[in-house]
């Protein structure tokens, strides 16, 4: 709905009226003698803001849900019973129609008086809803406001209230968070256990041949397919040990400079640009890798008898090493400058150089956090998609040679998943069974890195 930007505005314009009027209130139940109030008076502008807004934006929500499904239910019943009872699939194309003269859009036939009446309908509907809309939530503010305004007494438990409020809106966003995750996971669960119904489990996980085309006729060659995933576990792994080979020391490096060796205006300089590089969008990299690296690769290896493929995991690795530089960096910096001034004096005073220091004191005090990091990278990179489409090209092969052309798991889930696509078949219900993988093998890393920390945190808190 385009007016809802306006509607949003209008309810945070009022929601700031009963914050001002409340907090006003305040002051005239108390005579100008806030001591004798319970909460502060700003505690019962808040209080007075939060009934005028919340209620409003909870029916907001819930109308701009079900809104154009009841639109659909009514248009669809002021429709002749022929066109009404068409099949779903029909019926959907017609409403596609009607929606598109709606907003303008081109329809896919010259619409006849009753598409065109429906449209009209259709039109009259929204707006009545929008009106109604406004309407509604704006009453329901002033409302609830009026409400929260008529109970302010210096008696009243304002910031017993307001923190209840906003401990409920903390518990529902903490709600929904945790309840996308297991809409997420539940959803590629199901959709893989639908593939290993047709494919065997360890036909995937051990088969050595990937190729997922299924053909439309029995006949055909290569009609059933082949699933087995451990080419794509191989070329992800390759890259993924290229790129952190490049970020690890490169990354770790700098942020041992620029946290314990730079002076305060070179590292004000060259931290914020070594950041960019987390800035530059990763097809900007895959361009650099395609058009610069892997030529450079190729010729170079030319010059030493070495034939390098012009799609190579050497080249996709290595820019996505430099790419993945700033989440080291960063975090590692971050994470060493936490670390308590007194240990660096302590290890002074006992005579360490600042070397020495570095490297029995500081780092290890800061392992668990620069583990952290190393292992957000490889979640980094474990995930990067455009990089390898564009350097290391899409066969699936099974080897440890970097200079040939391997595909990642993420890439072939964007394969089999572009397009128009039948979710009952092999091919597409394989892309959620590699990312249940994926899924697992984050988890994995999670788990690693919790273990890490609580080990080092009893040895150095």
Not at 144 to 159: D, F, K, Q, V
Not at 274 to 279: C, I, N, S, T
Not at 397 to 406: H, I
Not at 451 to 456: A, F, L, N, Q
Request: hydrophobic content about 55%.
């Amino acid at each position: 709905m385009t007016q809802t930007p306006l509607l949003i505005v209008l309810l945070l314009t009022l929601s700031s009226l009963a914050y001002h009027f409340g907090r006003k209130r305040a002051f005239a139940v108390s005579a100008g003698h806030t001591r004798t109030l319970h909460s502060l008076p700003a505690y019962y502008g808040l209080y007075a803001a939060l009934w005028a807004v919340i209620p409003a934006l909870l029916v907001l929500g819930l109308w701009l849900a079900c809104e154009d499904t009841v639109i659909t239910r009514l248009v669809v019943g002021s429709l002749p019973p022929e066109i009404a009872s068409l099949a779903p699939s029909r019926l959907n194309l017609v409403l596609n129609d009607i929606r598109n003269l709606v907003v303008g859009n081109i329809v896919s036939s010259e619409p006849d008086a009753l598409i065109v009446a429906a449209a009209d309908r259709y039109r009259e509907l929204r707006g009545v809803s929008t009106v109604a809309l406004f309407a509604v939530t704006l009453g329901l503010a002033t409302i609830g406001g009026w409400l929260a305004y008529g109970r302010i007494r210096p008696e009243h438990r304002s910031r017993n209230a307001v923190e209840r409020i906003v401990m409920g809106i903390l518990i529902a966003c903490s709600t929904i968070a945790i309840l996308t995750t297991v809409g997420i996971v539940l959803s590629v669960l199901f959709e893989s256990i639908r593939f290993f119904q047709a494919v065997p489990v360890t036909e995937f996980l051990f088969g050595l041949d990937w190729s997922p085309q299924i053909a439309i006729r029995a006949d055909q060659a290569g009609s059933s397919g082949a699933f087995g995933a451990v080419p794509l576990f191989a070329g992800t792994m390759l890259i993924t040990l290229i790129a952190m080979s490049v970020a690890v020391p490169i990354g770790l490096m700098s942020a041992i400079y620029l946290a314990e060796y730079a002076s305060s205006r070179v590292r004000a300089t060259a931290k914020p640009l070594l950041e960019v590089l987390a800035g530059i969008p990763t097809v900007v990299y895959g361009f650099f890798a395609a058009l610069t690296v892997a030529p450079f690769i190729r010729n170079s290896g030319g010059l030493f008898g070495l034939d390098i493929a012009s799609e190579s995991a050497l080249a996709a690795g290595l820019v996505m090493g430099v790419m993945i530089i700033p989440f080291v960096s960063s975090l590692s910096d971050d994470v060493i400058n936490a670390v308590p001034q007194s240990l660096r004096d302590g290890a002074y005073g006992m005579g360490a150089t600042q070397s020495e220091t570095i490297r029995r004191v500081i780092f290890p005090a800061a392992l668990p956090g620069i583990v952290g990091a190393v292992l957000l990278a490889v979640s980094r990179a474990i995930g990067e998609t455009m990089i390898v489409v564009m350097a290391a090209g899409l066969a699936a092969k099974l080897t440890a040679n970097p200079f040939e052309a391997v595909t990642t798991v993420t890439v072939q889930i964007v394969t089999l998943l572009v397009g128009d696509q039948e979710f009952d078949s092999p091919k597409t219900l394989a892309a959620f069974a590699l990312g249940l993988v994926l899924f697992f093998v984050t988890l994995a890393l999670n788990v690693l890195a919790l273990y890490i920390v609580r080990k080092y945190r009893e040895q150095y808190e």
